[in-house]
């Protein structure tokens, strides 16, 4: 009777252990990824969310924010991750405020492009230069008018620095979002009617419709930027597999375009990431390396 008693006490103290080790599995500390709902963000988040979980094993919790919040909150450990930071114009300001308290995880991909567009309906002869936003005919065919993204962001800081130095007397800079951005762009090429609107490039839209940039003869929004990983000092120590996949994680302009076409298309970021990445074994592998 002892013997059975003792067998007892055993199997019901493995099955305790196993419990309690699922429960540890289960309850992991997700990782707060910092993200704005721009597609170049939504695709490079949603590709290291997917592989993170599903290949590590190691949830991952999206985090909202305006990008001046995210600097701040990965600074301060409130976050742990954002994967948008542009350098060195677009948010060199928050990368120099908060450079001390940052980790910089390492370039993700290279090519980024910010800038003033227009559709190609709209004569090159007519305006191929912001220069030429100053002629009174373009102005009043732009309504003084130049869409915007959200305010605060690094390109429409640089948008209010281009105003001023190109002379723009009479233009409203209009303060918007993405979407909004978007909305406004769609309306313009289903009338014809003329617009300038602040973009990037990786964008989706460029594959959507025909578009052009301004030229920028001052240089005022700035040239190629490189795109890079923020993590918080915490970070390594607490989620040190993680960490050694971020620094690993590369990807081209062009594949950051396809995964944004692909997740636009398809309303769906989690399905158009597990795509990319069943189709890219390689990337996968570079990114898993001890």
Same mark, same amino acid.
């Given at each position: 009777?002892n013997?059975?008693i003792?067998?007892?006490v @055993?199997?019901?103290?493995? @099955?305790?252990?196993a419990c309690?080790c #699922?429960?540890?599995a289960?309850?992991a500390?997700?990782?707060?990824i ?5 597609a170049d963000v939504?695709a ?9 979980e ?11 924010a305006?990008i001046?919040?995210? +600097?701040?909150?990965v600074? =301060?450990?409130d976050?742990?991750i954002m994967?948008g ?9 928050y990368?120099s405020?908060y ?6 995880t390492?370039v ?8 003033w567009?227009v559709?190609d309906y709209?004569?090159?002869?007519q !305006? ?5 936003l100053n002629k009174?005919?373009?102005?009043s065919?732009?309504n ?13 800081? #640089?948008?209010?620095?281009t105003?001023?130095d190109?002379n ?8 918007s979002?993405? #979407?909004?951005?978007?909305a @406004?762009?769609q =309306?313009?090429?289903q009338?014809k009617?003329?617009i ?5 490039s990786?964008?989706? !839209?460029?594959?959507k ?8 003869p001052k ?5 190629e930027?490189?795109?890079h ?5 915490? +970070? #390594?120590?607490k989620?040190?597999?993680a960490?050694v ?5 590369k990807l ?5 375009e396809?995964?944004e076409?692909?997740g636009n298309?398809?309303?769906d970021?989690n399905a158009a990431?597990k795509?990319?990445?069943d189709?890219h074994p390689?990337?996968l592998?570079?990114?898993?390396e001890?």
């Amino acid at each position: 009777m002892n013997m059975i008693i003792k067998k007892l006490v @055993a199997t019901a103290g493995v @099955a305790v252990a196993a419990c309690m080790c #699922a429960i540890s599995a289960n309850a992991a500390e997700p990782i707060k990824i910092a993200v704005t709902n721009w597609a170049d963000v939504q695709a490079v988040a949603n590709v290291a969310k997917y592989v993170l979980e599903n290949k590590l094993q190691q949830p991952v919790n999206f985090v909202q924010a305006d990008i001046g919040i995210q +600097f701040q909150g990965v600074a =301060r450990g409130d976050l742990d991750i954002m994967v948008g930071g542009w350098l060195p114009l677009t948010h060199g300001m928050y990368v120099s405020r908060y450079k001390s308290d940052l980790v910089d995880t390492g370039v993700i991909y290279t090519g980024g492009k910010n800038g003033w567009a227009v559709p190609d309906y709209v004569p090159e002869g007519q !305006l191929s230069s912001i220069d030429d936003l100053n002629k009174p005919d373009v102005k009043s065919k732009l309504n003084g008018t130049i869409q915007g993204i959200e305010p605060g962001g690094g390109l429409m800081q #640089a948008s209010e620095k281009t105003l001023k130095d190109y002379n723009l007397a009479g233009y409203n800079l209009q303060a918007s979002s993405e #979407a909004g951005m978007l909305a @406004a762009l769609q =309306r313009a090429e289903q009338s014809k009617n003329w617009i300038v609107v602040t973009v990037w490039s990786p964008h989706w !839209l460029w594959q959507k419709w025909k578009m052009r940039y301004l030229k920028d003869p001052k240089g005022t929004l700035g040239g190629e930027e490189q795109i890079h990983g923020f993590s918080s000092k915490q +970070f #390594a120590g607490k989620f040190p597999r993680a960490n050694v996949f971020f620094h690993h994680f590369k990807l081209t302009l062009s594949d950051v375009e396809s995964i944004e076409f692909d997740g636009n298309s398809s309303n769906d970021w989690n399905a158009a990431a597990k795509r990319f990445v069943d189709a890219h074994p390689e990337k996968l592998k570079a990114w898993l390396e001890q």
